[in-house]
């Protein structure tokens, strides 16, 4: 009987081609370009806001959004829609705090991407509000599509609203969460969809710990975060010097073929990395994460990109230091930054 053997290709040369291929991944994505960009991406800087954090640091959370809209001069907003206080009640929905939000960005022009979902910015992560945390699991689905859907319905023809941002970083274990669940989550963003289909849905991944692939091909536009300085667990300060700042527009233009739109900075770190609340962690300990001469150092990072748009992380914390600790150095240099850039 004839019989046919394939040759095997020799190991070593699979060994090669694995290894060359790693090298030019690395370079890729780690080493600068020879040559220099002739025309500079023009940056869209804006900030994350939440009423909630603004509120934890002792501040009147109006007045310190209207700081930012005509003193530091903010036009580009992500405001989360938190669940816990949009219906505290089952039911019942109060629209007050919103309201006021999307309309004095509106006032001066300003847009919003407006965060719906039950995992959205700042800790704890989740805001379930206390009625809907004992439902069953197929129970509080159907009260979060309720709230998910009076949202929507409430702000689609807001002049603010620029983008929709369904759950925050969905499927990174981050925060007091339930397990992700993918299929709800596709349904969140098929629910938004539906309602308004004329703004971009928009969510978010971790910059560093993701591949952007589980979230990035299921809507429009995909924000990832950037952190700089944090600390682990056991208290160690941890620095990501170590990724250059093309790094991050390299990596979306390797996955490019599965994204619908381009990759935006939903998450800058401006601000320090804490273990305890804000309030609870002396001045000297936070500025081991975070201070005057590292928020120069980020902003330089962020200019060098190559990324239009970026939202920054921290304003709150920018005016809690002016107004509660007599150290405008943060809120000055970023006012500089914002006016270098104003539309």
């Not at 640091?57 to 829609?81: K, M, S």
């Not at 960005?105 to 847009?111: K, S």
């Not at 993701?210 to 600390?231: E, F, I, M, Q």
């Not at 201070?291 to 980020?298: D, E, L, T, Y």
Request: negative net charge.
């Amino acid at each position: 009987m004839l019989s046919l053997h394939l040759r095997p290709a020799p190991i070593l040369t699979i060994c090669i081609l694995v290894g060359v291929s790693i090298v030019l991944l690395i370079a890729f994505l780690w080493l600068p370009l020879p040559w220099k960009t002739k025309t500079p991406v023009a940056l869209a800087p804006g900030v994350t806001f939440s009423q909630t954090y603004a509120t934890s640091l002792g501040l009147n959370w109006r007045e310190t959004l209207t700081a930012i809209l005509d003193d530091l001069g903010v036009r580009r907003f992500r405001i989360p829609a938190y669940w816990s206080i949009v219906e505290p009640v089952e039911g019942s929905f109060d629209w007050s705090s919103l309201d006021f939000q999307m309309d004095e960005i509106a006032r001066r022009g300003g847009r919003v991407t407006l965060a719906v979902g039950l995992k959205l910015p700042r800790w704890p992560e989740c805001w379930m509000p206390t009625w809907a945390a004992e439902l069953p699991t197929a129970e509080e689905h159907v009260a979060r599509n309720t709230y998910i859907t009076a949202v929507v319905e409430r702000y689609r023809a807001h002049p603010a609203l620029e983008s929709w941002q369904v759950e925050n970083e969905a499927f990174f274990r981050f925060g007091e969460c339930p397990e992700p669940d993918r299929a709800f989550f596709k349904q969140e963003i098929s629910l938004v969809r539906d309602l308004d289909p004329h703004h971009p849905i928009f969510t978010t991944d971790s910059g560093e710990l993701s591949t952007w692939l589980a979230t990035g091909p299921l809507v429009d536009r995909l924000g990832v975060s950037v952190y700089r300085v944090v600390r682990s667990p056991q208290g160690s300060v941890l620095s990501y010097d170590w990724i250059p700042p093309h790094w991050y527009a390299r990596r979306a233009a390797l996955i490019a073929p599965w994204l619908r739109g381009p990759i935006s900075i939903s998450e800058f770190q401006m601000e320090p990395w804490v273990q305890r609340g804000v309030t609870e962690t002396p001045l000297e300990e936070q500025f081991e994460t975070f201070n005057i001469q590292r928020m120069q150092k980020n902003f330089a990072f962020a200019e060098r990109m190559g990324i239009r748009e970026i939202s920054f992380w921290g304003v709150e914390w920018w005016w809690w230091m002016n107004t509660q600790h007599n150290d405008p150095s943060f809120w000055n240099h970023a006012k500089l930054f914002f006016t270098r850039y104003a539309p």
